[in-house]
């Protein structure tokens, strides 16, 4: 996933000032195309989601925190977007892929849209034509620096953070991982989902 980041808390300053520019532009990009995941036998699971029904709460980052915990016992890979990230926005369906081929095995995904409150309408629109029937959160402060300091994004996004079983952050995918602890390369997303999957497997 050749993908472009950001540096540091004065990087977040210029994702900022783009997102000013995309937002209220219809996402700024185009949805890519609805994902399909083979289901038993030869049938699939097609995105029949509208808008209107996508799981979608307004969050902080104590609510964050709190959703994280009501998944204890999962493994929780976490995608940290905005529509006016077109980085963002070719990456997900790749990570809603994931999700479903490993939702048997303990896998849960949640999105964290960094858009400003007035996107919401754009936001539902990508996350109903992705299929994303996951837990998908709204920060309540917009594309600003307390977003940054609420969700620990300061790197900017495209950011994933991965959780094991117990709750502990493992993780951080970047296409700067120098910048975070734990940090991985964005490529190295897949393999440490397979390999948290196999601890504590139940």
């Known amino acids: 996933m050749g993908v472009r980041s950001t540096q540091g808390r004065a990087a977040w300053s210029l994702m900022l000032a783009v997102a000013a520019l995309f937002v209220g532009?219809?996402?700024g990009v185009e949805s890519p195309p609805p994902t399909t995941v083979a289901a038993s036998g030869d049938e699939e699971t097609s995105a029949?989601?509208?808008p209107d029904n996508v799981a979608l709460e307004l969050a902080d980052g104590s609510l964050y925190k709190a959703k994280l915990e009501s998944l204890h016992g999962q493994v929780v890979l976490v995608d940290f977007w905005a529509t006016w990230c077109e980085p963002c926005t070719e990456n997900f369906p790749h990570i809603v892929t994931l999700g479903q081929r490993h939702a048997e095995q303990g896998l849960a995904v949640v999105s964290v849209s960094m858009d400003e409150l007035d996107s919401e309408p754009q936001?539902?629109?990508?996350?109903?034509g992705q299929n994303a029937r996951f837990l998908n959160l709204l920060t309540r402060f917009?594309?600003?620096q307390q977003s940054a300091d609420e969700f620990d994004t300061a790197g900017g996004v495209p950011l994933y953070k991965l959780y094991d079983r117990s709750g502990a952050l493992r993780y951080q995918f970047s296409?700067?991982?120098?910048d975070f602890d734990n940090g991985q390369p964005l490529e190295a997303i897949d393999a440490k989902v397979a390999e948290l999957l196999t601890e504590n497997a139940p």
């Open 142 to 144: 917009g594309a600003s």
């Open 123 to 128: 936001v539902r629109k990508f996350l109903a």
């Open 175 to 178: 296409q700067f991982p120098e």
């Open 25 to 27: 532009c219809d996402a």
């Open 48 to 50: 029949e989601l509208s």
